[in-house]
Structures are given as structure tokens and as C-alpha cells.
Antibody
Framework: QVQLVQSGAELKKPGASLKVSCKASGYTLTSYKMHWVRQAPGQGLEWMGIINPNGGSTTYAQRLQGRVTLTRDTSTSTVYMELSSLRSEDTAVYYCARDNWKWSFDCWGQGTLVTVPS | QSALTQPASVSGSPGQSIAISCTGT?????????VSWYQQHPGKAPKLMIY???DRPSGVSDRFSGSKSGNTASLTISGLQAEDEANYYC??????????FGGGTKLTVL
């Protein structure tokens, strides 16, 4: 079955960088685009960006432009999200989510909690 | 891109029907058929309930339905059940080739 497994929780210092992985199984990574979405504690969902694993093209949310980078390793069926210059407002659960070619997210990772103390 | 507007909370009794609205602009909800809805229980990842305004993924109950008029989309849940109590989020593709979510609606089953 389709599954997205993310890396574990992280505790980061302000100003540091973060890299979260999302390993896909049950399908061919390059056949579907992948989104990243985050959710601050007690808050709603925020779309961060999308990567097409077939070629690596990306689009990012304007408010994160310059701080977020999405990459992929097709040999391991893994997508990565890097976020730099971390601040306390980046404390959130980060999700990868597969695009189902219907402009929506049909399969989600389990989430990765990232904590950046103030 | 501003978040789509949803009511903070809605409630209903078991067996009743409720609707959750999602208001955007002519640059997102109003211009595209690509509105989707997600159910999220506390501590869990979101689950796709509706895509392309009114289509249901395989396995989602037909008690869930979606519609759109102008810049506002709606999710209707009929025959409310206790397990429907959750947070619901709408999402839309936008003219900037990005996606935007609503602020979320907490559904309480009385």
C-alpha cells in the first residue's frame, strides 16, 4: 500500500537549519508530485511548497521563499524539505503529502514535530 | 496569498446535517474546480474527504458531499455520527500555481 514515512522529531536552535525526509513506498516516486504542509501547535494547515520528483522542479509559498528548499533522491524514493534560519515561529508538525493529480493531497506522512525554542 | 475563510466552529446532533463554508477569491476558489476538503482528528494526519469540489475518494462515506458557488465552497455532512467530530480544512489551487488552506473548522457532535 502507499505509504509515506518521515524522519523523527527534531529540536533545533534559532538560526539553525532543518532537513526532514519523507520516504515513499508502494508506488513510483517519480509518478506523483509531493507537497509539504506544516501545522503550528493548535493552528491550521499551511502549504509550504511542491516538488515534482520527475525532474526536480519546485514551487514554494511566497512567505517561505528563500528559506525553504525541496529536493529528492529517486534512488531511495525519498523527498527532503530543508528550512533555514529557523525561528520560534517555525515550531510545527511538518507533513509530506502526495499530490493525486487532482490538485489535492491523497496520502500523508505521519508528521515530524520540529521544536525551535524562543 | 491569504488563507481561505472558514467558520471557527460548527455543531450538530447525531443524525442531523451540517455544512461548513469556505470562502476565497476569484484567484482561487472562484476560478478553479480544484477545491478539496480534509478531516483531521487530534494528533493525526489529515485525511482527504473531497477533491475537485465534489468528488469523493474511494472509501469515503457518501454522507460527505461538496459543492461550490462563486467564491464559496461548502462541505456538507449528513447523518452526523460521533466519529465525524474533528477539524475540517478546505484547500484550493490558486492562480499563482500554489495552494492555500482555510483556517479550519472544529465540528462538535452534540
Amino acid at each position: 500500500q502507499v505509504q509515506l514515512v518521515q524522519s523523527g522529531a527534531e529540536l533545533k536552535k534559532p538560526g539553525a537549519s532543518l532537513k526532514v525526509s519523507c520516504k515513499a513506498s508502494g508506488y513510483t516516486l517519480t509518478s506523483y508530485k509531493m507537497h509539504w504542509v506544516r501545522q503550528a501547535p493548535g493552528q491550521g494547515l499551511e502549504w509550504m511548497g511542491i516538488i515534482n520528483p520527475n525532474g526536480g522542479s519546485t514551487t514554494y509559498a511566497q512567505r517561505l521563499q528563500g528559506r525553504v528548499t525541496l529536493t529528492r533522491d529517486t534512488s531511495t524514493s525519498t523527498v527532503y524539505m530543508e528550512l533555514s534560519s529557523l525561528r520560534s515561529e517555525d515550531t510545527a508538525v511538518y507533513y509530506c503529502a502526495r499530490d493525486n493529480w487532482k490538485w489535492s493531497f491523497d496520502c500523508w506522512g505521519q508528521g515530524t514535530l520540529v521544536t525551535v525554542p524562543s | 496569498q491569504s488563507a481561505l475563510t472558514q467558520p471557527a466552529s460548527v455543531s450538530g446532533s447525531p443524525g442531523q446535517s451540517i455544512a461548513i463554508s469556505c470562502t476565497g477569491t476569484s484567484s482561487d476558489v472562484g476560478d478553479y474546480k480544484h477545491v478539496s476538503w480534509y478531516q483531521q482528528h487530534p494528533g493525526k494526519a489529515p485525511k482527504l474527504m473531497i477533491y475537485d469540489v465534489s468528488d469523493r475518494p474511494s472509501g469515503v462515506s457518501d454522507r460527505f458531499s461538496g459543492s461550490k458557488s462563486g467564491n464559496t465552497a461548502s462541505l456538507t455532512i449528513s447523518g452526523l455520527q460521533a466519529e465525524d467530530e474533528a477539524n475540517y480544512y478546505c484547500s484550493s489551487y490558486t492562480s499563482n500555481n500554489t495552494w492555500v488552506f482555510g483556517g479550519g473548522t472544529k465540528l462538535t457532535v452534540l
